[in-house]
């Protein structure tokens, strides 16, 4: 088991670039299933979510390459194999394939979905989108059933603006026969690049990116090419990390507009902002006044930056809050953040933070992917060692990591855990 050590407090200087979309890549990939040849998708992350939908793809029996960034997927030789366990049990958007198997095979078997826990995180509203097209769904022993004689366009309003429910119904509906109209869909740049790639496989999607999308089926879709978006929230992690710990650091490969709601934030409490046309320049922070964090839907501030941003809150000069609106139960990275020497306490959806507190290296454990990547930022900006544990979860979402904090200087090495029990004893 690998674990990450820190050595803390080295100016970060220069320029980091930003990989394809994490969330973009978990639809892009599945939504390859629903094309007649061959589908190659361009930039995207280096990531472990990636890596588990390429193995799930060819357990389908897809033929999937995946070199720089580049993969290329035949879809032909797909079965409708069911997914019951395994790999499916890895990350969230593994339900994606439900949509897209449900679309090409009317039928698909496919475990309910792994991925980070931040409270709970139910799928009733992907479900009551498949039946609305047609599709019987049952879950039979944490397995979700799906199947339909003939998928036919439907009328659905969604009762919160799901992410994962928008592209999953717009997956199953682009081959089902008819219109169908998603109401108070999400808006999330995200749902634009899967609407993007399918479009360009020949579907009919309009409004993606409002609250109300129009779906035309057509009878098929053929093979594409498509280069994702940039990662907005790995964007942001790096903005936040440039005014914890830059001495100047330039964010490159990012489109300013997605990051707009960290940014004026960020501007908030005092830190410069420079926006060029893919880049974002964060100059040296001199210091910090506290705000206030409220989670909302696109384009309101990301629920998976209030974890990273809450590092600056620890610096802060004041009481900062952050009220996580989307999850319950996202703030597992303050108790971590105390044992650093932070000021943090939780109440309900909410943590509040008294900055500002220097920070000591630790032992800590990243609980889920965007708390990792917050032990990261306060291991950077700590005196002394961090060790951070279950990295795995960073893996999921951070494309290589490590070299590209350590060509800013940062002192960061993904070390063997048997490794350091070594060195300790000896
Ligand atoms: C793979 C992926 O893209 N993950 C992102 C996606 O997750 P995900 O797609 O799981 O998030 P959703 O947008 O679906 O969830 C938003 C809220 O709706 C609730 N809900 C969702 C679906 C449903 O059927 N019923 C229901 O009640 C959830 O519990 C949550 O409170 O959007 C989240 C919100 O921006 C991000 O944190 C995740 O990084
Ligand atoms: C919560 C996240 O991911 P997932 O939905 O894949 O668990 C995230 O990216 O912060």
Redo the contacts with the bound molecule.
């Keep these: 088991m690998d674990v990450y050590k820190i050595q803390g407090q080295k100016r970060l200087q220069g320029t980091i670039k930003v990989s394809g979309a994490k969330?973009s890549a978990?639809a892009l990939i599945p939504a390859s299933i629903l094309a007649n040849s061959k589908v190659t998708i361009e930039g995207l992350p280096e990531i472990l979510d990636v890596w588990t939908l390429k193995s799930l793809l060819e357990e389908i029996g897809g033929q999937v390459s995946f070199e720089d960034g580049t993969m290329s997927i035949d879809p032909t030789a797909m079965i409708d194999m069911p997914l019951p366990n395994g790999n499916v049990k890895k990350l969230?958007?593994s339900y994606y394939l439900m949509g897209a198997m449900l679309g090409r095979f009317k039928k698909a078997v496919i475990g309910l979905p792994g991925g980070c826990y931040l409270g709970?995180?139910?799928?009733?509203?992907?479900i009551k989108g498949f039946e609305a097209l047609g599709a019987k769904v049952t879950n039979e022993h944490g397995a979700i059933y799906l199947r339909a004689d003939e998928l036919r366009g439907a009328k659905i309003y969604l009762d919160?603006s799901?992410?994962?429910?928008t592209i999953n119904i717009m997956l199953a509906a682009v081959l089902a026969k008819g219109q169908t109209i998603i109401e108070n869909a999400?808006k999330?740049p995200?749902i634009i690049d899967v609407a993007t790639l399918l479009t360009s496989m020949g579907a009919s999607i309009k409004g993606a990116g409002t609250n109300v999308i129009r779906i035309d089926g057509v009878e098929e879709l053929h093979g594409t090419e498509h280069t994702i978006i940039p990662d907005r929230i790995e964007a942001g992690t790096y903005m936040i990390m440039a005014a914890a710990i830059g001495d100047g650091v330039t964010i490159d490969n990012v489109i300013p507009l997605h990051v707009e709601p960290l940014t004026a934030k960020l501007r908030e409490m005092g830190v410069e902002v420079q926006e060029l046309e893919e880049k974002i320049h964060i100059p040296k922070v001199e210091s910090m006044k506290p705000v206030d964090i409220k989670t909302l839907?696109y384009p309101g501030f990301?629920?998976?930056l209030q974890q990273p941003f809450s590092v600056l809150q620890t610096q802060a000069i004041g009481t900062s809050v952050v009220t996580d609106t989307?999850?319950t139960a996202r703030f597992k990275h303050i108790a971590e953040f105390n044992s650093m020497g932070a000021k943090g306490k939780v109440e309900g959806r909410t943590s509040i933070i008294n900055g500002p507190t220097p920070l000591t290296g630790a032992t800590v454990v990243a609980s889920d992917l965007r708390a990792g990547a917050a032990l990261v930022i306060a291991g950077l900006l700590a005196k002394g060692e961090t060790e951070i544990h279950d990295i795995y979860h960073i893996e999921r979402g951070y494309s290589n990591i490590i070299e590209k904090l350590k060509k800013l200087g940062a002192g960061i090495d993904r070390v063997s855990l048997s490794e350091v029990v070594t060195k300790e004893e000896k």
């Excluded at 709970?120 to 992907?126: A, G, K, S």
């Design positions: 969330n978990v969230r958007a709970p995180r139910p799928i009733d509203q992907h919160v799901s992410v994962g429910a999400a999330e995200e839907v990301p629920t998976d989307i999850y």
